[in-house]
């Protein structure tokens, strides 16, 4: 028992540092595309030279962003949440179906990673390269979704187990304020959600 808590332990740390990593890596491929975009503008107006490269680089990078961010966002607990309904719920009850939620969504990252390796080995093996005049090989932008979702993955089953883990402890947050609907009027006395 103590060799497989070991292991769970390993998994969560290697998980929670390649999070990180790639959580930053994909911050800087936002600011790289950002940088990337404002110079192919000021080259194509200001300087009269087309541009070649730029639009491409940079969509590959926000490709990058999206999909391999994806699990640092969720190891910080910061996707988009509808909390209308659960914030009503006992905190039991909303732990229990954050975990539903949780393994279902957990599934869906597994199946994307499942179909989306094959398609990426196929860019790979065939060659492929994009149609432009820059015409990079589509291996790089490809990787980006299987790799992302692979991640994702890991990352809630990480969260799942620290869920599970702080539903077996009772370490429940008894009251969870609304994050998208404090300035809403309810009730009798229309005063906003605090």
Not at 12 to 20: G, N
Not at 145 to 165: A, C, N
Not at 168 to 181: A, Q
Request: aromatic share 10%; glycine share 4%.
């Amino acid at each position: 028992m103590d060799m497989i808590k070991t292991a769970y332990k390993i998994f969560v740390r290697v998980t929670d540092i390649l999070t990180i990593i790639t959580g930053w890596l994909a911050a800087l491929s936002l600011v790289a595309a950002a940088f990337i975009v404002t110079e192919a503008v000021i080259v194509r107006k200001l300087l009269g030279i087309s541009t070649i490269w730029q639009i491409e680089a940079s969509v590959i990078l926000l490709i990058f962003t999206v999909f391999v961010g994806a699990p640092f966002v969720q190891k910080s607990e910061h996707h988009l949440n509808v909390d209308l309904v659960i914030i009503h719920l006992s905190p039991r009850t909303r732990e229990i179906t954050l975990i539903i939620v949780s393994i279902l969504t957990c599934i869906l990252a597994a199946i994307l990673a499942w179909y989306a390796w094959p398609m990426w080995w196929e860019t790979v093996v065939n060659n492929e390269h994009s149609e432009s005049l820059w015409g990079p090989p589509l291996w790089i932008p490809h990787l980006f979704l299987p790799l992302g979702m692979t991640l994702l993955f890991l990352q809630y089953v990480v969260y799942i187990g620290r869920k599970i883990e702080s539903l077996r402890k009772g370490d429940l947050e008894e009251k969870v304020l609304p994050s998208e609907l404090s300035d809403v009027m309810i009730g009798k006395d229309k005063a906003p959600l605090k």
